[in-house]
């Protein structure tokens, strides 16, 4: 069993930056992890997402250039850099991880192809 613990959300103005962190427990074999976000009355939508080795990354178009996926793994801590923040980034952010690799360079913003789920940390960004 992983559990994942995000931390670093909070109230940031138009501009500003944030720097999440997802801390993970727990004896499971972690291939990748990814962030996603929910925004009120949307679906989850993916936002970036990092091997366990850190060679293959990926981005959501409307991150690109402005949010930055990390991990240190003798932390089993995975990051997500945020800067130049809009209010559209306003939303739950969820860290998850997925223990197999298989088919995750096709399916890596899709909700269903990760295993375990933090609670999730509020990202609010004032206009």
């Known amino acids: 069993q992983v559990q994942l613990l995000e931390s670093g959300g909070g109230l940031v103005q138009v501009g500003g930056s944030l720097r999440l962190s997802c801390a993970a427990s727990?004896?499971?074999?972690?291939?990748?992890m990814g962030w996603f976000r929910q925004a009120p009355g949307k679906e989850r939508e993916f936002v970036a997402g990092?091997?366990?080795?850190?060679?293959?990354?990926y981005y959501a178009d409307s991150v690109k250039g402005r949010f930055t996926i990390s991990r240190d793994n003798a932390k089993d801590t995975a990051y997500l850099q945020m800067n130049s923040l809009k209010p559209e980034d306003t939303a739950v952010y969820y860290c998850?991880?997925?223990?197999?690799?298989?088919?995750?360079?096709?399916?890596?913003?899709?909700?269903?192809?990760?295993?375990?789920w933090g609670q999730g940390t509020q990202v609010t960004v004032s206009s």
């Open positions: 998850t991880n997925v223990r197999s690799g298989v088919d995750w360079g096709r399916n890596y913003a899709t909700p269903d192809k990760y295993d375990y």
């Open positions: 727990g004896r499971t074999f972690t291939y990748a």
């Open positions: 990092i091997s366990w080795d850190g060679t293959t990354i």
